[in-house]
């Protein structure tokens, strides 16, 4: 019953921002760590960031790393990936990930639930 509904995504220039949004329905969002993962065409899917319970504890990818900034907000049952700096290795379809616990991983097989995805596109 629970569901996970990403938005944001779209085309970019490189160097330029996008703010991804996913909006968790269903169960308690605050029971869940919540993660993004990013899928390129005829590539594995990847871990982008993560974020624990309350926002205490976040992760980042080396390759997103002071570029991409993720936060939630509890009350309003919504995980955001800011993506600042984007470069065209950023294209990808970029998944919304819940998974129960405090902290969140970075391996995609913990995560039980997840979005349909959103593009995102960043050209030179």
């Known amino acids: 019953q629970v569901q996970l509904v990403e938005s944001g995504g779209g085309l970019a220039q490189a160097g330029g921002s996008l703010k991804l949004s996913c909006v968790v329905s269903g169960s308690r969002f605050s029971d869940y760590a919540m993660g993004w993962f990013r899928q390129a065409p005829g590539k594995e899917r990847n871990f982008v960031s993560a974020?624990?319970?309350?926002?205490?504890?976040?992760m980042y990818a080396d390759s997103v790393k002071g570029r991409f900034i993720i936060s939630r907000d509890n009350a309003r049952n919504t995980v955001y990936l800011q993506m600042n700096s984007l470069k065209p290795e950023d294209t990808a379809v970029y998944f919304c990930?819940?998974?129960?616990?405090?902290?969140?991983?970075?391996?995609?097989?913990?995560?039980?639930?997840w979005g349909q995805g959103t593009q995102v596109t960043a050209f030179a």
């Open positions: 990930a819940a998974v129960f616990g405090v902290i969140g991983t970075t391996d995609p097989l913990k995560y039980t639930y």
């Open positions: 974020i624990s319970r309350y926002g205490g504890t976040t």
